[in-house]
């Protein structure tokens, strides 16, 4: 059974930095791209970050994100990284983990998310 299970979500005050990670679980990744998406209340779930499948490697972010947040994982690509650096409020919203076989752009599986908020 596949699980994706994020981790490193909170509190913090606009300028701050925060962690996130995802534990992927229950097959192998090593042809899915893996990235990172929000919501935020009342929004839709927009695209974050990503990392490309094991035959490009190329990191993909939004253009909200580019220059702050950075996306790492390990090999096997069962644990990805967030960096979020110089938070805004505006990134306050549940952060969901997520694996696109073959970088379809299917985002075929889901974590259950991790609540950021960034207090102004």
């Known amino acids: 059974q596949v699980q994706l299970v994020e981790s490193g979500g909170g509190l913090v005050q606009a300028g701050g930095s925060l962690t996130l990670s995802c534990a992927a679980s229950?097959?192998?990744?090593?042809?899915?791209?893996m990235g990172w998406h929000r919501q935020a209340p009342g929004k839709e779930r927009e695209f974050v970050a990503a990392i490309g499948w094991s035959g490009s490697e190329r990191k993909y972010y939004a253009d909200s994100v580019r220059g702050r947040f950075t996306i790492s994982g390990n090999d096997a690509k069962t644990l990805i990284t967030l960096q979020m650096f110089n938070l805004k409020p505006e990134d306050t919203g549940v952060y969901y983990c997520?694996?696109?076989?073959?970088?379809?752009?299917?985002?075929?599986?889901w974590g259950q998310g991790t609540q950021v908020t960034v207090s102004s």
């Open positions: 997520a694996a696109d076989h073959y970088e379809a752009g299917k985002w075929d599986f």
């Open positions: 229950g097959r192998s990744f090593t042809n899915f791209a």
